[in-house]
């Protein structure tokens, strides 16, 4: 999929320098997801659904590190 055109935005919950964190894009039905230290890195391609459930682990803190 070609990302070239995405429009990123960062979380709300950065810190700092705003380096420290993800980004993410809507786009063609699908979500958009790269490392904001490495923009011209890979990016993940999901669903609305999948990222939808992703959040809903994070808020839970089933994915702490």
Same mark, same amino acid.
């Given at each position: 999929?070609?990302?070239?055109? &995405? %429009?990123?935005?960062?979380? =709300?919950?950065?810190?700092? +320098?705003?380096?420290?964190? #993800?980004?993410? !894009? $809507?786009?063609?039905? &699908? %979500?958009?997801?790269?490392? =904001?230290?490495?923009?011209? +890195?890979?990016?993940?391609? #999901?669903?609305? !659904? $999948? ?13 702490? +590190?």
């Amino acid at each position: 999929m070609d990302l070239s055109t &995405a %429009v990123w935005r960062k979380s =709300s919950y950065s810190q700092g +320098g705003g380096n420290n964190c #993800v980004e993410v !894009a $809507a786009v063609a039905g &699908a %979500v958009a997801i790269r490392d =904001s230290k490495d923009p011209d +890195g890979p990016a993940h391609v #999901v669903s609305p !659904a $999948a990222f939808g459930a992703l959040l809903d682990r994070i808020k839970r803190g089933e994915l702490g +590190g």
